[in-house]
């Protein structure tokens, strides 16, 4: 037997192929970028500063290739936003700041932390709407954040229909969200009560 299935009807075998090979081209990716860096001037040149509008571009393209449901345009505009993940992890590992392992590492830490119906006890059953206010929720009481307001992680420099989406979202998801504009109302009214005791 050359392995048994997995719940997703994939062998371990497989699976571990797989992972080798995913392994094989990120370690590829970062010595193409430790090479290019060094070698060509371009890439050389650039700082954290210069890329800031060339990455915003491509998360635009990203979105674009989302909203069009194109495949094989996402493939590449992920590639692009990896490129200048693994980027600015270079030169901030050249600034003696951090690398892209921690990077990963906090990822994975702040992922485990905010999952506690998956990495601890919490119990959410199907519901993915707890799920997301116990995201947020979890994000206020992350050790060493600088900001503590539920609107705290909304960029201010958001285009404006974004960021009104974004605060919509964050909004929701501490549980202010209304069936009827009846709700708003009463919901405002109940603020001001507390304002005025």
Not at 175 to 197: L, N, P
Request: aromatic share 8%; hydrophobic share 40%; charged share 35%.
């Amino acid at each position: 037997m050359a392995g048994f299935f997995c719940s997703t009807g994939i062998t371990k075998s497989t699976k571990k192929i797989r992972m080798k090979r995913k392994l094989e081209q990120f370690e590829r990716l970062i010595n193409i970028m430790d090479e290019l860096r060094e070698k060509c001037p371009w890439d050389r040149k650039q700082t954290l500063e210069s890329l800031r509008h060339l990455t915003i571009e491509e998360t635009y393209e990203l979105g674009e290739a989302i909203l069009n449901n194109d495949l094989p345009e996402l493939q590449k505009e992920l590639g692009d936003i990896l490129l200048h993940i693994v980027f600015y992890a270079k030169i901030a590992d050249e600034k003696k700041a951090f690398d892209i392992a921690d990077v990963i590492d906090s990822l994975c830490e702040k992922l485990i932390f905010r999952h506690p119906h998956i990495f601890g006890d919490e119990e959410v059953g199907d519901d993915a709407q707890k799920v997301l206010e116990n995201w947020e929720a979890l994000k206020l009481k992350e050790k060493g954040r600088v900001e503590k307001r539920v609107l705290g992680g909304v960029p201010q420099s958001l285009p404006a229909m974004v960021k009104a989406h974004r605060i919509q979202d964050k909004m929701r998801g501490v549980g202010f969200d209304w069936e009827k504009k009846e709700q708003v109302w009463e919901k405002v009214k109940e603020e001001f009560a507390e304002i005025e005791t």
